[in-house]
């Protein structure tokens, strides 16, 4: 005598049936935008913003006999850079500074918008570990306008000021990443925005199926 199905497995059955319609149908819906949605996904998921007001503090060269002087602002999402850098008295920075926590190497760089006084400023990146001098950096500069201009600064452009520092240059091994002005007598009026670590991804490419995408569900009956 044939043993029917039990209604649990027909029930099984359907549902399997309806997630695999379901599925063709959003295949379907997100197939033409698979080039937009994909990489902008994983970027917003991965990216590390820098953007928090509490995470940066402004230093000087006072600290070391310096006269530059620095005021910091934060409005609606813009830190804002208003000062003086001197070289008197063997001074000549200013930063906006920040101790970033980053846990691994998955980070590339770092990216972020400004606008200015048409002045070149400088990124400047401090390891952990032992330096000597104790102040050894890594730097690049850029120039901005009185427009808003996005910039991507990456961490292997980065040129050592002078010394030696016994940690490589990996996003791990970064204690400071500082926004500054630097090295010479000028006025320092600066905006910075949208602040963020660039991630070490490539875009992901998905190209058209060659042939219908085949799912099969089988339901057994125990005997």
């Known amino acids: 005598m044939q043993k029917r199905c039990p209604r649990i497995f027909l029930q099984v059955s359907k549902l399997l049936i309806t997630i695999y319609t379901l599925h063709n149908l959003l295949l379907n819906i997100l197939m033409p935008y698979r ?29 070391m006999g310096g006269v530059s002087d620095l005021t910091i602002s934060h409005s609606d999402g813009i830190f804002y850079m208003k000062g003086n850098v001197s070289t008197d008295n063997n001074g000549g920075f200013v930063r906006l500074s920040n101790r970033v926590a980053i846990n691994s190497n998955d980070f590339k760089g770092i990216k972020f ?13 401090t390891l952990k570990g032992l330096k000597i001098p104790p102040w050894s950096y890594f730097s690049q500069g850029f120039d901005v306008k009185d427009e808003w201009q996005e910039y991507q600064i990456f961490f292997s452009d980065l040129e050592r000021s002078s010394g030696f520092s016994a940690a490589s240059m990996k996003a791990r091994n970064i204690r400071d990443i500082s926004i500054a002005g630097f090295g010479r007598d000028f006025s320092v009026d600066l905006a910075v925005k949208e602040i963020s670590l660039i991630p070490n991804l490539s875009l992901i490419h998905i190209s058209e199926p060659t042939r219908p995408r085949l799912i099969s569900y089988a339901v057994f009956c125990l005997k």
């Open 113 to 125: 918008k400004a606008k200015g006084n048409n002045e070149t400023y400088e990124i400047h990146v």
């Open 35 to 63: 080039f937009l949605f994909i990489p902008l996904l994983s970027f917003n998921l991965l990216s590390l913003s820098l953007n928090n007001p509490k995470d940066w503090i402004g230093i000087t060269d006072q600290v």
